[in-house]
């Protein structure tokens, strides 16, 4: 340990160090509190906007889209010019494209502000974990990812319960509006205390960037489009771009020891079955938390506040299991605990998706609450896994694509509904994208419990 580090293992955090934590931690919240309220507020948008409900999901895909395109390589620019530099550019944009989501008058613009928040929102996500491991002592590393993932999943859970109280005595632009301030109080933290790095010039790859980014956007995109069944003149250039420039991509980055996209890891069974896992299992979370507030309201006839709150209950259960299963994968496979948490949550869905069009509020809110402790099971005995089954140098790769998974996993979900709702229509898509959501779950179990018979 330097004796930079041992005076700050003794001192704790200074002043500079707490700005520069809350900061960071703003923009977290921020990433992740936005992504909850604009689900809930979907329905309320789309009839504000006039917009069909599967063209409004774009407002959710747009911001979905840009996240996944641009997190592996502006995690690979920060190795380069520094965390900083790529944090505060990504809390600059974001709360810029904030104001611009309150202004925007159409879906169009709303989708098109929406995937600059996203951009912003990758920024600050692919470098947080590389900022507080600056900003804490190697001894309180723990302490600091530990606090990072608590406000990520603070925001998550508050999110419809906040979005709820706003609609309930404002008009949704100001979802977006409340982020200015919030972004405007994580500048003036950041600006003067986040940590500086020394550049490395030659640390990163623009070519490569450009095609992972390139491939990413092109494959959400073709599914969005082939979900709300566009013309094939928009589907099949999507398609295209997506197999060229990913086959490029694979072409440019083969011998390479640490790949953007980390195509070595998995080649590992573990690796590969743990990220199959999380895509179903979070497709299973988009498929729930896109299609529910058009399910609550449109089918049950709640107003958005208490489609809001009921919606709470499974962030709330999430976080209250998500503890145990972390403590209890230290102790039994990942594959098991996360395969009966998937299961759990099938049951869940489908449970959700059977209810009559009159269901009592206990009865909502046991299979919500089902649905999130079969979530919270799976989390983080899946992510034990992912990390484990990574060998240490190949660490943040493996971070990298935690994140991916996630977030194309969501978007997919997102998809999903938009095709069930022009399939099914408004009145029976959203019970249909709840039935939808239990196979999923299905399949992510069954991957899950495969992982039993592998090893590495």
């Known amino acids: 340990m ?67 395109a641009t997190m592996l390589p502006f995690a690979a620019l920060g190795d380069g010019i520094g965390p900083r530099r790529v944090f505060l550019g990504g809390l600059v944009l974001f709360t810029v494209a904030s104001g611009l989501c ?34 804490y002592p190697p001894t309180r590393l723990g302490r600091g990812v530990g606090l990072n993932a608590l406000v990520g999943s603070i925001g998550f859970v508050v999110g419809p319960t906040v979005a709820s ?27 003067p205390t986040l940590p500086s790095s020394p550049p490395r ?3 990163f790859d623009m070519g490569t960037a450009v095609l992972t980014a390139t491939s990413f956007a092109a494959l959400i995109f073709a599914l969005g489009s082939m979900a709300q069944l566009a013309a094939w003149t928009q589907v099949l250039p999507a398609v295209v771009l997506t197999i060229a420039a990913g086959a490029l991509l694979l072409h440019r980055q083969r011998g390479h020891a640490t790949p953007m996209l980390p195509v070595d890891l998995l080649r ?66 990942p594959g098991l605990l996360g395969g009966i948490g998937l299961a759990v949550l099938a049951v869940g869905m489908c449970g959700l998706a059977l209810q009559s069009h009159d269901p009592s509020l206990p009865m909502l809110v046991l299979w919500m609450a089902l649905c999130g402790a079969g979530f919270g099971f799976f989390q983080a005995p899946n992510l034990t896994a992912l990390m484990s089954s990574a060998p240490p140098h190949r660490s943040g790769g493996a971070s990298g694509v935690i994140g991916v998974v996630r977030l194309l996993g ?36 069954v991957a899950s419990f495969a992982r039993l018979k592998v090893r590495g």
């Open 102 to 135: 309150m202004a925007a008058t159409s879906t169009e613009l709303l989708a098109a502000a929406r995937a600059f928040q996203g951009i912003g929102a990758g920024a600050m996500m692919s470098v947080n974990i590389a900022l507080i491991r600056q900003i």
């Open 2 to 68: 330097s004796p930079d580090d041992q005076q700050r293992e003794k001192q704790g955090l200074d002043p500079r160090g707490r700005s520069a934590l809350l900061a960071v931690l703003l923009g977290v919240m921020l990433s992740t509190l936005d992504t909850a309220i604009a689900n809930v507020a979907l329905p309320t948008i789309a009839a504000d906007l006039q917009s069909h409900a599967s063209d409004a999901i774009w407002v959710i895909n747009a911001y979905q889209l840009a996240v996944v």
């Open 201 to 203: 010039p030659h640390g």
């Open 268 to 333: 590992r069974p573990m690796f590969a079955l743990s990220a199959v896992t999380a895509v179903c299992a979070f497709a299973t979370q988009g498929l729930a938390f896109v299609s529910l507030p058009f399910y609550f309201e449109q089918v049950l006839h709640r107003d958005a506040a208490n489609a809001g709150y009921l919606m709470t209950s499974w962030p709330v259960v999430v976080a209250i299991t998500a503890p145990l299963a972390g403590r209890m994968s230290d102790r039994h496979a």
């Open 410 to 445: 969501q978007a997919s979900g997102a998809a999903l509904v938009a095709l069930c709702f022009h399939l099914a229509g408004l009145r029976d898509g959203p019970t249909v994208a709840l039935a939808l959501g239990g196979v999923t779950a299905g399949l992510a179990a």
């Open 165 to 191: 109280l706003l609609l309930s005595a404002a008009s949704w632009p100001w979802l977006f509006g409340i982020n200015v301030p919030l972004g405007l109080l994580a500048i003036a933290c950041a600006w």
